[in-house]
Each structure stands twice: as structure tokens, then as C-alpha cells.
């Protein structure tokens, strides 16, 4: 998502604010030369003060709380999408990890040279003080890098026309011990499986229900690209591998030394802070070749929050664009109470003349408040249930008619407006009765 500044957004905005602006600020002065001197006589003699210019000032506070609802109600939404996104349970433990890519092939290794360097790698970062295990996989956690392979099991009939894929993950011993996946049958690959070995494999829970109809997979063989005859020996718990938003893909994970890539992430668990040690493990890398290209050195909650970045954004803008249109609407509250409060100075004089209570005055104001929020709320809750909808493909584990962000957004409207009324309310309870009825 590009969030650069961009000079046209920025002259639009200009543009529109003072259109906006002018509009606005020539409506009362239009209003003002058109009106006639009875009715004018008899608004200011009116003790309610409720009717001419007033009632469109109601309209337009009415309007900002409607749109406060729908930012606020947006803002909480993308919020808690954030929060769920952040809560998934990707299928391994994310905590204390350090990734590193490694690019040997960009040197013109051949096949041979890369299986010693990882080999190395792996052994002396092993070996640091700090570093719990280390390990190697094709795939990059979180991000892109998968690559996708025709698949075919042994002893099934694919219909004609259906392909058979899936995503082919290279790792080295260990690797699912450094990351935590839980293995939940068969064994994990050992060092004994190398290029001259029979072919092995481990699968996802999710190749299992969909090739193998969810039947035992150890003992079968499936066949990846040309290569024929590679034996399933474990299954391992589902994950989320490029986006936590995806569907579980079907992933084969094989020895990287039977399916050895020239462009490895390494992956390492450390005892603390894995900042701790990056300093080392680079030392350690750059001492088995110091010409190796070492990309993307970060953690993977780091990785994490950068995949949910879009999220994140759009999170902050939203909460934000909600905070300032609840400060304009407590403004606006104020600003039409403070002037109907002043509008009805006499009519407040007589009120405490014929003994009316400080209570009952404060009470009479903040109705007017709640009076208009309410209105504005009941226009803006139907408004938001249709408008959540345009947006509900950005959402994650909520609907957008989601009764907390709704419910949430209205009462955070309630409590502001209450707070904006409260001084003309105290403003109106302290006038004093003499100088009120005397008041022009």
C-alpha cells in the first residue's frame, strides 16, 4: 500500500476545505439578509428559543454525530480485526526467533558447494552461546517464497483436467524441533537422509485431508515434478506460511539435501533476545564465506507485524479519522447548548425566580444533548450496518454487523456528549435570577 505524499491528494484537500469553509461561513450571513424584523422580534422574545437559526444548527450537530458513529463504529471494527489477526494461532511458536536469508547461489555455487556451506552454517551457529537450535527451510515464514509443484499420489486416479499441487518446503534436520511445529506422527528427518537415501517426506494436516482423504499417510508415496517414489514418513500440524488471513495450504516438506535450493532462510531460536546474538550468528555466517549475500535479518514477530502492515494502517487512520470526528462532534455539542443556553437566559431567570432547582436546570440542558445524539445515533446505526458491509472482505473474525463496535461507538458518543453539555448545564444552573430577567 503506498502511503507517500502525494501533491494532488494534498491540493484536492486543500480545495475542498476551503469550498467548505466559504460555504459555511456565507450561509449565516445570506440567512442574516434575508430576515425580517417581526420575526426576528418575536425569535428573541421567545423563550424557548428553539425555532429559526438554532434548528439548522441542530441539524448540522445531528449530522456530525451520524458521522462520528460511522467512523467510531469503522475504528473499532478494524481495531479488533487487528487484535484477531494478531491473535491467531499460526502453528508454531513465533517467540525468540531469529530469520535470516541466505543467497550461496548468487556466489555460482554449485549443488555440492551449497550442502557444505549450510552444512557449516548450521554447525557453527549451533554451537553459539545463546542459540537454543538452527535450522534451515526453503520457505520464508510469513512472506512469500513458497514454491508450488504438480503432485500425484500412488494408486490415485486424478480425473482428467484436475491438477494436483502443492507447496514444497525444503528443510534441514531439526527443523520443525527450531520452530516448534508439532509433529503428530512419524519422524522427523534426520541427518541420515541425504541425497543417496530412499526420498522422504512430511505433510501438512491439510495435504492429508485433501489427497489422502484424511487416511493414515505413513507408508504412501507421492510423486513431486519427475521425481516418483518419495515415501510420506510423518505429518505434521497445520500453519500459516505466507499470510495469517490465508486458507491452510498443502505443504510438502523435504530434506534439503534430497531437494537442495541455492536460497535458504535460517532460522534460528535463541534463549533471550534474539538481538542479542545477531551480531555472532553473522560472524559465524560470514566466517564460512564471507562473500554470501545475508538478506532480511529480522525477528519473526517482526516479520509478523510487518505482514499485518496494511492492517495495521488502516487500524491507526481509522481510529484516528474517529478520535477527530468526535472531538468536532463534542465542539459542535457545545457550541449549539452554550448558544441556546444563552438564547434562553430569561426564560432560565424565570425558571430559578419561581423556584425551579439547580439540578433540574443542569438536567434540562443535558437532555437537549442526549436528545440530539440519540437522534444522531438512530440515523447513523442504520447508515453503518450498510456501509460495514462495503468493507467486510477487510475484516477478519467479526461480521461487520458486529454489535460491540456498534454498541461501543454509541456509547462513547453518550459519554462525550454528557461531557460537552456538562458547562452550559453548570453555566446555566449558576445564572443569577436578577440579572437574567434583565438580560437582553
Known amino acids: 500500500m503506498n502511503v507517500d505524499p502525494d501533491f494532488r491528494v494534498l491540493a484536492f484537500t486543500v480545495i475542498v476545505s476551503l469550498v467548505a469553509g466559504i460555504l459555511f461561513g456565507l450561509a449565516p450571513a445570506l440567512q442574516l439578509t434575508r430576515s ?29 454525530v451520524a458521522l462520528s458513529l460511522l467512523l467510531l463504529e469503522g475504528a473499532g471494527l478494524f481495531v479488533r480485526t487487528l487484535g484477531n489477526l494478531k491473535a491467531v494461532d499460526i502453528g508454531y511458536d513465533r517467540e525468540n526467533i531469529l530469520l535470516l536469508e541466505l543467497a550461496p547461489l548468487l556466489n555460482g555455487y554449485s549443488d555440492d558447494q551449497n550442502s557444505r556451506f549450510f552444512e557449516h552454517v548450521i554447525e557453527r551457529v549451533n554451537q553459539l552461546p545463546g542459540v537454543r537450535s538452527a535450522s534451515l527451510g526453503s520457505m520464508m515464514l ?22 494436483r499441487a502443492g507447496w514444497i518446503n525444503s528443510v534441514s534436520p531439526k527443523y520443525f524441533e527450531t520452530l516448534r511445529i508439532p509433529l503428530l506422527r512419524g519422524r522427523s528427518f534426520t541427518a541420515g537422509d541425504t541425497k543417496s537415501a530412499p526420498k522422504v517426506a512430511i505433510v501438512n494436516q491439510a495435504f492429508v485431508r485433501r489427497y489422502l482423504g484424511g487416511e493414515n499417510a505413513l507408508g504412501r508415496h507421492i510423486g513431486i515434478g519427475d521425481t516418483n517414489g518419495i515415501a510420506i514418513v510423518a505429518v505434521v500440524r497445520d500453519g500459516k506460511y505466507q499470510d495469517v488471513r490465508e486458507k491452510t495450504p498443502e505443504l510438502v516438506y ?21 538481538a542479542k546474538v545477531t551480531s555472532a550468528i553473522r560472524r559465524e555466517v560470514q566466517s564460512v564465506d564471507a562473500n554470501v549475500p545475508i538478506y532480511n535479518v529480522r525477528t519473526l514477530e517482526a516479520q509478523l507485524d510487518e505482514s499485518l502492515s496494511q492492517e495495521r494502517l488502516v487500524a491507526t487512520l481509522s481510529s484516528w479519522f474517529g478520535a477527530f470526528a468526535l472531538l468536532l462532534a463534542a465542539i459542535g455539542l457545545y457550541g449549539v447548548l452554550a448558544y441556546n443556553v444563552t438564547r434562553r437566559t430569561n426564560e432560565i431567570g424565570l425558571r430559578m425566580a419561581l423556584g425551579a432547582e439547580r439540578g433540574g436546570l443542569i438536567w434540562m440542558v443535558l437532555r437537549e444533548a442526549l436528545l440530539l445524539v440519540g437522534v444522531g445515533v438512530a440515523i447513523g446505526v442504520p447508515l453503518a450496518l450498510v456501509l460495514a458491509r462495503s468493507v467486510s472482505s477487510l475484516l477478519y473474525g467479526l461480521k461487520p454487523t458486529d454489535s460491540l463496535a456498534i454498541s461501543g461507538a454509541a456509547v462513547i458518543l453518550f459519554v462525550v456528549a454528557a461531557i460537552a453539555s456538562y458547562l452550559p448545564a453548570r453555566r446555566a444552573s449558576r445564572v443569577d435570577p436578577m440579572v437574567a430577567l434583565r438580560y437582553e
Do not use: Y
Open 36 to 64: 425580517a424584523v417581526a420575526p426576528a422580534l418575536k425569535a428573541q422574545a421567545s423563550l424557548s428559543g428553539l425555532r429559526g437559526p438554532l434548528t439548522f444548527r441542530k441539524i448540522l450537530t445531528v449530522a456530525q
Open 142 to 163: 510469513l512472506g512469500p517464497g513458497l514454491t508450488r509443484q504438480s503432485i500425484h499420489v500412488d494408486g490415485d486416479n486424478t480425473p482428467p483436467g484436475e491438477e
Open 254 to 274: 523435504l530434506p534439503f539435501e534430497q531437494h537442495l535450493e541455492g536460497w535458504m532462510n535460517l532460522c534460528v531460536r535463541t534463549v533471550g533476545d534474539p
